[in-house]
């Protein structure tokens, strides 16, 4: 954080597309929690709008933007019902990193980034790959396993932790149980283009954000120089990152 706030890094983790030139465009930043990433696109010259859930996260994001004395507008909702909170359209919708497992309806997302998206805009989408998410690290193993069904119906997974968080892996935790849902390709895509929008591209990567099993077995991913996780027994056999763009026509 104070890194961040001495302008010595932007946000948490780099995206692993260009999205192009920002300056002067609108940008929605779906589920920003504490608004890093947010604040990084407002340095980079956007005019930002970050949305999450919890108010407690987003008091954080506009505490930070006021000591950093960038404008930043942050609102409080749920991601199906901010159509009728927030007005306007928007160049360009993110969400990266930790944020569909979280929701258990596409169906809905997917038409919240249509309304919010100008004609010509487009979302950008960056996340852990479904066949990540069924992979579990066995103690004392060297590669992760399947541990869950790719294709179980929606249903919500339940998943307790041994403690600790992806800030703090040693932090001391109360509440260790959280639920999650796996959204096929097939899912995703197929809910964006339900809601009237146009696939751009898909891209699939043999790397992703963060080390995958750092609760079970945190050796059995190396980071490289750009920041990105490569397994260390099996690299480029997994698909464990994928990231995708679509417009709005």
Request: charged share 20%; net charge negative.
């Amino acid at each position: 954080m104070e890194a961040f706030k001495a302008g010595r890094v932007e946000g948490i983790t780099p995206l692993p597309d260009d999205l192009g030139e920002v300056p002067g465009k609108s940008l929605l930043h779906l589920q920003c929690h504490i608004g890093l990433d947010t604040l990084t696109w407002a340095r980079r010259g956007a005019r930002v709008t970050g949305v999450d859930f919890s108010p407690v996260a987003l008091r954080e994001a506009q505490n930070l933007a006021d000591e950093l004395g960038l404008y930043a507008t942050f609102v409080a909702s749920d991601i199906a019902e901010l159509p009728g909170v927030l007005a306007g359209e928007f160049d360009i919708v993110l969400t990266y990193y930790g944020t569909i497992t979280r929701l258990p309806d596409l169906t809905a997302w997917a038409r919240t980034i249509h309304h919010f998206l100008k004609p010509g805009g487009f979302l950008h989408l960056a996340d852990t790959h479904p066949f990540a998410a069924i992979l579990e690290a066995p103690k004392g193993g060297r590669r992760p396993e399947p541990a869950y069904d790719y294709f179980n119906g929606g249903k919500s997974l339940r998943i307790e932790s041994a403690g600790g968080t992806s800030a703090d892996p040693s932090a001391a935790t109360a509440h260790r149980v959280t639920y999650q849902w796996l959204h096929p390709l097939q899912e995703v895509l197929g809910s964006l283009l339900d809601a009237g929008l146009r696939l751009d591209y898909l891209h699939e990567f043999p790397f992703t954000f963060y080390n995958l099993y750092y609760y079970e077995n945190e050796h059995l991913m190396r980071q490289d120089e750009d920041g990105w996780w490569h397994p260390v027994d099996s690299p480029n056999r997994l698909p464990l990152m994928f990231s995708v763009k679509a417009s709005k026509e």
